[in-house]
């Protein structure tokens, strides 16, 4: 074993943290109980005894002698890398209070069209989560590259939240949260995860093709008037060769040539234009889960003839209002209109059921 490295507890330590049941046996062997998910993944039977030590693992002949090399502890080392890349942190020292200004900054804020009035009908501080996914975006063109780009996701509703980046990359976090707060429902891992890969391709991932296929665009123009200019030429020659020849079979041949030519021309065009046109690939490398309060609001909008409650929130880290999303395509709305039935919808768009 390698001077300075516990193997043995490394591997223990990280079965367990994944849900494996582990009991040392004596020394430099253990037995473990692994998950059904967790052996497949690792590629080993759920049920099996780990020896650390080569004498050990003489002695045991049912044990699995576990060195550096060995198949088993790379996967580990896998796995320890994944479950290092998630973390949770909390907002330090964020106030617990709103504004006493904060009826203003609602009116300020928030435009409800047609309505005569918004008032806050009732209020209740609460913990806001959010995801961070951090995507390592490799571009694939006539040549390679790779950038980072980031998604946060609001854990309650699946809607990214880019407004709120900038507050989060300013607020000092822990890893330690010191509030006992309520806290909505938020959705599943696997439903976040979902949802900020579906943004990561509607936003980033397009900008950066984009981006790349401006750039790759002076070179597939040039290479592509080279290759074209070769070929105009020579069916141009083919051409005025075909119109002089005389005898049937010198002209059959060269026809024959032309339309190789010309199949050769557009092939050679398209691959050009495969190789110039950028391909992408999301790799999930990090998510950092962030809790901080925000102050859920009951508001009571006067629409004349009926008054209707609406749901909205003050971010006690940003220290702002925040919009409201749109009950039917997601987008958040400072400026919004009240369906009959009391959903926030895009003015003149949403509302009216003309998107």
């Known amino acids: 074993?390698?001077?300075?490295?516990?193997?043995?507890?490394?591997?223990?330590?990280?079965?367990?943290?994944?849900?494996?049941a582990v009991a040392p046996l004596s020394y430099a062997l253990v037995e473990v109980l692994l998950p059904d998910r967790l052996a497949t993944w690792l590629g080993v039977r759920s049920h099996m005894q780990l020896a650390f030590d080569l004498e050990v693992a003489q002695e045991n002949p049912g044990a699995e002698f576990i060195t550096f090399g060995h198949p088993f502890l790379d996967r580990v080392l896998e796995g320890c890398l994944e479950l290092g890349r998630t973390v949770r942190l909390y907002a330090a020292a964020a106030r617990l209070t709103q504004p006493s200004n904060l009826q203003a900054r609602?009116?300020?804020?928030?435009?409800?069209?047609?309505?005569?009035?918004?008032?806050?009908?009732?209020?209740e501080v609460q913990e806001q989560h959010a995801a961070q996914f951090q995507f390592r975006l490799t571009l694939q063109a006539d040549e390679k590259r790779q950038q980072m780009a980031e998604v946060l996701l609001d854990?309650?509703?699946?809607?990214?939240?880019?407004?709120?980046?900038?507050?989060?990359?300013?607020t000092f976090w822990d890893t330690h949260w010191t509030a006992v707060l309520p806290s909505t429902a938020?959705?599943?891992e696997t439903v976040a995860y979902r949802a900020a890969r579906q943004h990561l391709e509607r936003s980033a991932l397009r900008e950066a093709l984009a981006n790349f296929e401006r750039e790759l665009?002076?070179?597939?123009?040039?290479?592509?008037?080279?290759?074209?200019?070769?070929?105009?030429?020579?069916?141009?020659?083919l051409r005025r060769r075909l119109e002089l020849a005389g005898d049937p079979e010198k002209r059959s041949k060269l026809e024959q040539k032309l339309a190789a030519t010309e199949a050769d021309r557009e092939r050679r065009t398209k691959d050009l234009q495969e190789k110039y046109s950028p391909r992408g690939e999301a790799t999930l490398e990090a998510v950092t889960w962030y809790v901080w309060p925000r102050v859920r609001l009951g508001l009571m909008v006067d629409r004349r003839t009926a008054q209707q409650p609406v749901e909205a929130w003050y971010d006690l880290m940003a220290n702002c209002v925040q919009p409201v999303p749109c009950a039917r395509?997601?987008?958040?709305?400072?400026?919004?209109?009240?369906?009959?039935?009391?959903?926030p919808c895009c003015p003149g768009g949403c509302a009216d059921g003309s998107s």
Not at 329 to 343: F, H, I, M
Request: overall charge negative; charged content about 20%.
């Open 1 to 20: 074993m390698a001077a300075g490295v516990d193997l043995q507890g490394l591997v223990t330590d990280y079965l367990a943290t994944a849900g494996a």
């Open 155 to 170: 854990l309650h509703t699946t809607l990214p939240l880019d407004h709120l980046a900038p507050a989060v990359a300013r």
């Open 217 to 237: 665009r002076p070179h597939r123009d040039r290479e592509l008037s080279r290759v074209l200019g070769y070929y105009d030429s020579l069916m141009t020659d």
């Open 106 to 123: 609602i009116e300020a804020a928030l435009h409800f069209v047609g309505a005569r009035g918004v008032r806050v009908a009732d209020m």
């Open 186 to 188: 938020t959705v599943p």
């Open 329 to 343: 395509c997601g987008n958040w709305l400072y400026r919004l209109e009240l369906t009959a039935a009391g959903e």
